[in-house]
């Protein structure tokens, strides 16, 4: 099949059954968390997974389904260069549709807050085909931060007849908006499952220029950045941050895995493309990035999912973000909102680097996002939903605390021979 809307299959494969769900996604970050309720489906006896892309990103979105041995039957290939959010959501809208038209699922699972979230949504609303939302009922409460994530999340809300909710605070959210509790099941957040899938399986870092990075115990500052609220000046300003703590601590290897968009990278790279301790690469695969983030000392990020990912191997995450969706690790003390502010963000990394008090405070390998098992609970939240079993338990965090990220049955705990826990040495010049 080419990558072309118009020679998408029209035919499921032959040997299907049990109902057919129709998972679709459109970027990395959705098909990471995806992977694990692609794979726990294709397990069930009752259901059959179909898979259909938008890619309304291209290479990186292979990536991941490459790592997870995932083969969409439905690539629409949306993405263009320069895109705009009318662009991706007018294709992703009429791509989508078509597929749904021609093949009649039962259900259509979105994962998220992007563009191909609310697209795919409405198109399956139009096709009056049940809609479960995956990562449901999170809430910044300012519809530009972060944008247009917000606002998609809340379309999708209004269109959707299963709300996978990660926390219960996502779900006291839908709650509070109306949304039916009957239609709600907290299920902890797939991503967990996925990272600690990956970790295991210490993933090469997919990068040369990373080759040396395990030859000693330095500690690691791993940065992204990318979010389209900061483009611009707050962009300049973290580049400023980057060189000024590199010059700051010339003993920290910084590693930057930098978005393709060429306006991320022409904010940022000017002023830490000729630092010695900078390390700039293409992004990473996923399984080469769950291991970076497995040996970082220190997240520096915007990324919704690293917020969630990050406090599950022990690590101290700063957000670029004035304001969060996901709250309940600040809370916990393992994630800190620095803003795009310049001096806080070189302040709080300094702190973190030299203060060991300060880094034991926030490296606490506890996670309120989930254990493991979210897929799992997906799956039996859509068996009840069709009626074909009981309602599944609700992903609880511990009365005490966040819930610490489990494997599932069988599995090792995540690989954490190069994360600092108690304490981290100090980064002198």
Known sequence: ?????????????????????????????????????????????????????????????????????????????????????????????????????????????????????????????????????????????????????????????????????????SKSNLLAENVDPAKVVVTGNTVIDALLWAVERQFDYGEPALADLDATTKPVLLVTAHRRESWGAPLRTVGRALARIAHAHRALRVVFPIHRNPVVRDAILPAIRDLPNVTVTEPLPYGGFARLMNRASVILTDSGGVQEEGPSLGKPVLVMRDTTERPEAVLAGTVRLVGTDEDLIVDTVGRLLTDPAAYTAMANAVNPYGDGRAAQRAVAALAHHFRLGPAPDEFQTAPEGPARARPEPGRRPPHTRNSPRAALPAVTA
């Open 1 to 169: 099949m080419t990558r072309s809307a118009r020679s998408v299959v029209t035919a499921a494969p032959a040997g299907r059954v049990g109902r057919r769900i129709m998972v679709i996604y459109g970027t990395r970050p959705e098909a990471v968390k995806v992977a694990p309720l692609i794979r726990a489906l294709a397990q069930s006896p009752v259901f059959t997974p179909m898979v259909a892309v938008t890619a309304q990103h291209r290479s990186m979105l292979d990536q991941v389904n490459d790592v997870f041995d995932i083969k969409p039957e439905f690539d629409l290939d949306i993405h263009r260069p320069g895109q705009t959010l009318t662009a991706i959501t007018t294709r992703a809208l009429h791509g989508v549709q078509a597929v749904l038209a021609e093949q009649r699922p039962d259900a259509v699972v979105v994962q998220g807050d992007t563009t191909t979230v609310f697209a795919a949504a409405l198109a399956a609303f139009y096709e009056q085909i049940p809609v479960v939302h995956l990562e449901a009922g999170l809430r910044t409460g300012n519809p530009y931060s972060p944008y247009p994530e917000e606002i998609n999340r809340r379309l999708a809300t209004r269109l959707t007849a299963l709300h996978l909710a990660p926390t219960a605070t």
